[in-house]
């Protein structure tokens, strides 16, 4: 047999099941692969461009040894969604200033030898670029095997003031759930800073006011557990005159911040119990009376059962007391009803004490 005997008979097999593509095949083939690769390069693109537009924001502290209070060079870690990513590591001192992104979920402290620290962050909106945060309260570390380090009140809300050189102001917070919970500072400093209180979680009304009471804001906000950064920005003396001038009945600060009613109500009813029907008939009395103030109901449930159910609930709530308050004399426009449903600290889990707590329904005056 011949050496193009053999080439023969194998080369024959092979085309004849060989496929045939034809030019348009083949030319279809390409264009699929070229927009395949444009697909990925554009979604690589976006995933770049998001990265890059996420706000990040200086976040300063000095990490430290619990027991000997010495700073400790300890790593820094942002976790969000996509993963941990390492943002530094502390100085020899402990010091540290980072940027941490709004994206990132908690911040981690590591160092061996030691018990990592994680601590939840939550942004507000509205919070300039400039803004620098101090979160010292909660970077201490103690070593593997020394004992845990005590709890604190759970939260941590860290605020930076923007105002003008000439202003003093009073940061008040009241909390929803506790009245006789509240937090006040003395703000007055030439120029924007950062101050951070520890706190427990709760719901919280926050007033602004100058010295004399003279109120500039008054707001609801929530503090989670964790770290919550604000930015809290004070108007010039001149537009608060401006306002109160404006409005033919001013109240002070300390006056809104005592203008909370919580209304309690039945585990699943949205009955108004007899002893808020005489607080309500007092608030619209008021209300009639004072045409400038407007009350914004909320409405409230516990954490138990269906989420959807409890939304409801809650509306009924809200509605029970705006209803209320219309039959009295009380005109629509100075009623805002609104509804959050479950409150995330009463869970199914919960203490009775804490869910009798949470089905309420909590009416905030305030100026229009």
């Not at 209300?287 to 409890?310: F, I, S, W």
């Not at 009380?330 to 869910?355: F, H, L, M, Y």
Request: with cysteine.
């Amino acid at each position: 047999m011949t050496v193009s005997n053999v080439d023969l008979r194998l080369i024959v097999p092979f085309k004849t099941f060989m496929p045939v593509v034809s030019a348009k095949t083949r030319w279809r083939s390409l264009w699929c692969f070229l927009g395949f690769i444009a697909c990925l390069f554009v979604v690589a693109q976006a995933q770049a461009q998001a990265k890059s537009t996420t706000a990040s924001y200086h976040v300063f502290g000095r990490c430290h040894d619990y027991a000997t209070a010495l700073g400790l060079k300890a790593s820094l870690v942002a976790v969000t969604q996509q993963g941990r990513s390492k943002l530094a590591e502390c100085q020899p001192s402990g010091d540290f200033d980072v940027l941490l992104p709004t994206s990132a979920t908690h911040l981690t402290i590591e160092m061996k030898g030691y018990q990592p620290v994680t601590i939840p962050v939550h942004f507000t909106t509205d919070i300039p670029p400039k803004a620098r945060f101090n979160i010292g309260n909660l970077t201490a570390m103690a070593k593997i095997g020394s004992p845990p380090i005590p709890p604190d009140k759970g939260a941590l809300l860290a605020l930076f003031f923007s105002m003008p050189d000439s202003l003093t102001i009073k940061y008040h917070l009241t909390s929803l759930t506790k009245p006789s919970s509240h937090l006040q500072a003395t703000i007055a400093y030439k120029s924007p800073i950062s101050r951070s209180f520890p706190i427990a979680p709760d719901d919280y009304i926050t007033t602004i006011s100058t010295l004399d009471n003279r109120l500039f804001l008054s707001e609801k906000m929530t503090v989670r557990p964790g770290a919550t950064f604000k930015a809290v920005k004070a108007m010039k003396p001149a537009e608060v005159s401006t306002l109160n001038e404006a409005a033919p009945n001013t109240y002070t600060a300390t006056e809104l911040a005592l203008s909370i009613n919580i209304l309690y109500f039945d585990q699943s009813s949205h009955i108004l119990r007899p002893g808020v029907k005489v607080a309500l008939d007092s608030l619209a009395h008021r209300l009639v009376k004072q045409p400038n103030l407007v009350a914004t109901v909320t409405g409230y449930t516990d954490n138990v059962g269906k989420r959807e159910l409890n939304l409801v609930l809650a509306e009924y709530r809200a509605k029970a007391v705006e209803n209320y308050l219309k039959e009295r004399g009380v005109p629509a426009n100075q009623i805002k009803a609104s509804w959050e449903g479950p409150d995330t600290k009463a869970s199914a889990e919960a203490s009775e004490a804490v869910k009798t707590i949470s089905r309420r329904v909590v009416i905030q005056l305030s100026p229009r």
